[in-house]
């Protein structure tokens, strides 16, 4: 099969089409024809082992220390189960499935746990539409119900509000009842209107930590603020929540615990249960897939740098196989 590969640490330029052995399923999985896949900005912290502050040595340990371990990146897919390993009751060949896989989707092919993050892809939805999902809104999710544990009627600041991780946030915040503040560059007024943001900051005209007391939880997809920065412009028992936290956000977490704001730091896990939960929010039309481009798979090399630049509006997509663009009832 074709897949993207990297035996290197570098630049987007080291991800190229190579051939790689086919994973054959093992009794317990499905392998997957991947129609299309994200490049997040998970893909280019391992692929560049950009890894903040005194996460660089796990990071790298986790990766693999002089050089990759798995060659072929990709978390979050979409496609057609061609075939079932002989435990697997789940799921059947011919089946439509989407699902975060933890690496291995920028390929043709990816071998996935049955009782992974997978689950049946609604008719509704195309699978690049389908494939824009997992990352984002799954963390998206985790982070906003379960971390910060967001109450209707409270206000949220979403900091990155369009990107790959944003753009499912300020969605999900408006749909647990939130009034949302959307952070973002220039130009993505009309994006995050229709996302549901109440109220939206551009940072380059407005400085989102000027505001006094106006938010009970922020939420920073980003990396761009810090809780000395935000905290006073969380209420009184007001929650800082970094998604990408480093040693410098440990170190906050100690000291908040000695004032009248808090910094909560967790990472997501990915379920089939959650992915469940957001195909129910999608059912409802409260969330949908924010794509920012499509690209072909022989130019994911490209598509790494798109997201590196940091600029995306929702999430960046890699097609893999044809038929992607349109929904399984037309």
């Not at 994200?38 to 040595?57: K, N, Q």
């Not at 790298?60 to 979050?76: A, E, I, N």
């Not at 929702?314 to 893999?320: A, H, K, R, S």
């Amino acid at each position: 099969m074709k897949a993207a590969i990297y035996t290197r640490y570098g630049s987007a330029d080291t991800v190229h089409l190579a051939e790689h052995p086919t994973p054959a399923p093992g009794p317990g999985q499905v392998l997957v024809r991947v129609h299309a896949a994200s490049v997040t900005t998970a893909d280019w912290r391992m692929r560049a082992a950009a890894y903040p502050g005194i996460l660089w040595l796990p990071g790298r340990l986790m990766t693999g220390l002089f050089k990759p371990k798995q060659p072929v990146l990709g978390t979050s897919m979409a496609g057609e189960i061609v075939a079932t390993g002989a435990q697997v009751t789940r799921f059947r060949t011919g089946q439509r499935v989407f699902g975060f896989v933890g690496s291995g989707a920028h390929a043709e092919y990816v071998a996935v746990d049955e009782d992974g993050a997978l689950v049946e892809t609604p008719e509704a939805l195309t699978d690049a539409e389908a494939a824009a999902l997992p990352f984002g809104a799954l963390s998206a999710l985790v982070f906003l119900r379960d971390v910060a544990q967001v109450q209707p009627g409270q206000d949220v600041l979403i900091v990155g509000a369009s990107g790959g991780v944003g753009a499912y946030a300020t969605q999900i915040a408006k749909a647990l009842g939130a009034r949302v503040t959307a952070v973002a560059g220039p130009g993505r007024e009309t994006l995050l209107g229709g996302l549901g943001a109440d109220r939206i900051v551009n940072y380059r005209e407005e400085n989102p930590a000027a505001a006094r007391q106006a938010y009970d939880v922020v939420l920073d997809t980003v990396g761009a603020t810090t809780w000395p920065e935000m905290r006073r412009a969380l209420k009184p028992g007001g929650l800082f929540v970094p998604l990408n936290f480093t040693g410098k956000d440990m170190l906050h977490a100690l000291r908040a615990r000695f004032d009248k704001t808090r910094v909560k730091l967790a990472v997501s896990g990915d379920t089939a249960d959650d992915l469940r939960a957001l195909t129910d929010m999608i059912g409802k039309g409260e969330v949908r897939a924010v794509i920012d481009s499509r690209w072909p798979f022989d130019r994911i090399a490209e598509a790494h740098a798109h997201v590196e630049a940091r600029h995306s509006a929702g999430t960046v997509i890699v097609e893999i196989a044809r038929g992607t663009s349109h929904k399984a009832a037309a």
